[in-house]
C-alpha cells in the first residue's frame, strides 16, 4: 500500500518547483514545472509517484500559483496557503527554489500553515477583475484631470479667461469642442478631455458591471446602511468566493484588520490596533461607518454614549468597523438566513 506523501510547491510565473516529502519529514524529490496546463499535469503525476498525495502546500496561492492550485483542487488535493520564509530562517538555510519548496511542504506537515486559499473561480473573482480596471480607469481619469488644468495655467490669457471659473464638467465638454488646429496647447486641452470623458464612460461601465455581479452573488449587502456596490464588491472580494473557509466572524474581521491585537505582558494587560488584514477592507468599514455616523439613528446613539464614557472619537470608529464587519459577515457567510444584528 502507498503512503501519504506531502507536497511542495514553489511558484514562479514561468516555472513551478516542487518538492515532496514523507509523513516523517524526509526529503523525497525536487523538480522543476513550467507553468501551462501540461506542466500542472506532469507535476501531478510526478508526486503522485511517490505515494498518496493528499494535502499541498503552494506559495502564492493567489497570482502566480492560482492555476496550479485549481489543477490541485479538481485532482483531490487539499492545497494550504503557504506564506514565504521569513529572512531568519533564509539566512539559517540558504535561499533557493528547492528550499522554498520543501519548507513548503514542512509548513503543512508541521501545521504551520493552515490557511485554505480562494477558490479564484466565481462571482469575487470576476469583481476583483472589474474593480482592477474601474481603479486604473479612476486614477488615469484623476491624472488626466489634473493635466488639463495644468495646461489651463499656460494658455493664452483670453482663452484662460474664457475657460475660467467653471465646473469640472462644463470645462471637459467645452475643452473637448475646441479647436486644435489654431494652437498645441488647444489641441492638448482637446485631446486630455476626450480623453476624460472617454474613461469616465469606463468608470461608469465597471461601475455597472460590478453593480450588477454585486446584485447577483449577495444582494442583502446594498440593503443595508451605508453598503454601496463598491464597498459591497470589496468586502466579497476579500471574503473570496469560499467563504466558509473564514472559521467565524473574529477571523472576517482579522481578516479585515479591525480586531484587535493582544499585547499584554506580565501586568500590563492591554491590546494594541491591528495595522494588517485587506486594507482596501478596511477602507470599506471605515467608509461604511462614516455613512452610519450621518444617517444612522442606532450608530449616532451610539457614538453619543461612547463619547460619553470618555472615548475619542478614533476609537469610536474603530468599534464601530469591528461591530460593522460582525454584522457584514452574517450576510456574506449565510445570505439566505441572515438577521440584521444592532450596530452597538
Not at 502507498?2 to 516542487?18: P, Q, S
Not at 507535476?43 to 492550485?69: D, H, K, M, N, P
Not at 452610519?292 to 472615548?311: K, N
Request: overall charge positive.
Amino acid at each position: 500500500m502507498a503512503e501519504d506523501v506531502i507536497l511542495g510547491v514553489d511558484t514562479h510565473k514561468d516555472i513551478h518547483v516542487a518538492a515532496v516529502i514523507t509523513t516523517l519529514g524526509a526529503s523525497l524529490a525536487h523538480q522543476e514545472f513550467p507553468t501551462t496546463a501540461v506542466g500542472y499535469r506532469q507535476l501531478i503525476i510526478w508526486a503522485q509517484s511517490f505515494g498518496v498525495v493528499r494535502r499541498a502546500g503552494v506559495e502564492c496561492t493567489g497570482s502566480y500559483g492560482v492555476a496550479l492550485t485549481r489543477a490541485l483542487h479538481r485532482a483531490g488535493i487539499e492545497v494550504v496557503e503557504v506564506n514565504q520564509p521569513d529572512r531568519a530562517t533564509r539566512r539559517k538555510r540558504g535561499k533557493t527554489d528547492a528550499i522554498d519548496a520543501d519548507a513548503a511542504a514542512r509548513a503543512v506537515l508541521s501545521g504551520r500553515a493552515t490557511t485554505t486559499p480562494k477558490t479564484a473561480d466565481g462571482p469575487a473573482a470576476d469583481m476583483r477583475i472589474l474593480r482592477l480596471a474601474k481603479e486604473s480607469a479612476v486614477k488615469a481619469r484623476t491624472q488626466a484631470m489634473n493635466q488639463l488644468k495644468a495646461v489651463l495655467l499656460v494658455l493664452d490669457p483670453d482663452l484662460r479667461e474664457q475657460l475660467s471659473g467653471m465646473t469640472n464638467p462644463t470645462l471637459i465638454a467645452t475643452c473637448a469642442a475646441l479647436d486644435g488646429d489654431h494652437s498645441e496647447a488647444a489641441f492638448t486641452m482637446r485631446l486630455l478631455a476626450c480623453r476624460i470623458q472617454n474613461l469616465a464612460q469606463e468608470v461608469k461601465e465597471l461601475t455597472r458591471r460590478t453593480t450588477k455581479a454585486v446584485k447577483a452573488s449577495r444582494p442583502e449587502l446594498l440593503e443595508l446602511v451605508g453598503v454601496g456596490p463598491d464597498s459591497a464588491a470589496v468586502l466579497l472580494i476579500t471574503a473570496g468566493d469560499n467563504p466558509d473557509r473564514l472559521t467565524d466572524e473574529a477571523s472576517f474581521a482579522a481578516l479585515c484588520g479591525v480586531s484587535p491585537v493582544e499585547q499584554s505582558s506580565g501586568k500590563t494587560q492591554r491590546r494594541r490596533l491591528n495595522r494588517g488584514g485587506h486594507r482596501q477592507a478596511n477602507a470599506a468599514l471605515y467608509r461604511i461607518v462614516q455613512s452610519r455616523i450621518r444617517w444612522d439613528e442606532r450608530t449616532q446613539v451610539y457614538l453619543q454614549r461612547r463619547t460619553a464614557e470618555g472615548m475619542s472619537r478614533r476609537e469610536i470608529i474603530r468599534c464601530l468597523k469591528r461591530y460593522v464587519a460582525r454584522e457584514l459577515y452574517r450576510y456574506i457567510w449565510h445570505p439566505a438566513t441572515s438577521v440584521v444584528p444592532a450596530t452597538a
